[in-house]
């Protein structure tokens, strides 16, 4: 039976790359089953993502293959089997609604990932995981030990082989030298309102401004807080007769499937970045 394998691609624009892949799939016997492109008329960078189906399981020759042939191209190539999932560790403080979520569909299979182990501040939602049959790890931090919270973080992500880390509502600020160690690897949420509200209670500073639409912005997080690219958004209309603890059940709502969707963008390889901006291949 065929192999499925996942092929991502980024390099510079010209022609004959999609010939140059085409020609190396062939040669492997493959078969092109979905594919998606595009050329960012700016940087002059090319994307594609390619899931493709072949007999031959040298993943190291073929991507060995498509880097030769397309090396002056500047080319950076991901290959891997299509049933190998990506391995994401979820980071949490006390709030449930995005961990439920991430879990609830990860257990239903929508989302194409495993989830080693669920990382805390506090025990509080110890439960969630353990119903879920997912190990929990309570790492405490303060202002004094947050460097040894994050090396036993970064452990964990080396233990477990993690491809990524995501912020289900977790409520730290990372410091510049962990999200250095995981670029393009850690995935936040937060809330994004139109105007933006900062510092605590922000719901209940939209409610006093009235504001008539609120949403979520899930991204990857970089050192400056809340700025990283930006992969999935949401929002919804309110309207004036909406109290502030309205708005945020309709904000908890919106978190949990922006991130949710997020996540399995990057779990399906479907996220490419271009400087701060990215490419989303839905």
Do not use: W
């Amino acid at each position: 039976m065929s192999n499925q394998y996942l092929l991502t691609l980024q390099c510079l624009d010209g022609p004959g790359l999609i010939k140059g892949v085409a020609d190396v799939l062939l040669a492997y016997g493959a078969n092109i089953v979905e594919q998606a492109q595009f050329t960012d008329p700016e940087a002059q960078l090319f994307c594609l993502r390619t899931r493709f189906e072949t007999d031959n399981d040298d993943v190291i020759a073929m991507r060995a293959s498509l880097v030769e042939r397309l090396t002056h191209r500047e080319v950076a190539v991901s290959l891997r089997r299509a049933d190998v999932n990506r391995r994401v560790i979820v980071l949490v403080s006390k709030a449930d609604h995005c961990l439920e979520d991430l879990l609830y569909r990860h257990k239903l299979g929508e989302l194409r990932l495993d989830i080693p182990v669920v990382v805390s501040n506090h025990d509080t939602l110890r439960p969630v995981a353990e119903r879920y049959g997912i190990p929990f790890v309570v790492l405490p931090v303060t202002a004094e030990t947050r460097r040894t919270q994050e090396a036993a973080i970064l452990q964990l992500v080396s233990e477990h082989a993690a491809d990524g880390v995501v912020l289900a509502r977790y409520m730290q600020i990372l410091s510049d030298e962990f999200c250095a160690q995981l670029p393009k690897r850690i995935i936040n949420i937060h809330h994004s309102f139109l105007p933006g509200f900062k510092g605590a209670r922000p719901y209940h500073q939209a409610h006093e401004r009235g504001v008539k639409i609120i949403g979520a912005t899930a991204h990857f997080v970089t050192a400056d807080l809340d700025e990283g690219p930006i992969i999935e958004q949401d929002v919804q209309r309110v309207a004036h007769n909406y109290s502030a603890d309205d708005l945020v059940a309709i904000g908890r709502d919106i978190e949990r499937r922006v991130l949710s969707r997020a996540v399995g963008l990057f779990a399906e390889d479907r996220v490419f970045l271009i400087g701060s901006r990215t490419i989303v291949f839905a």
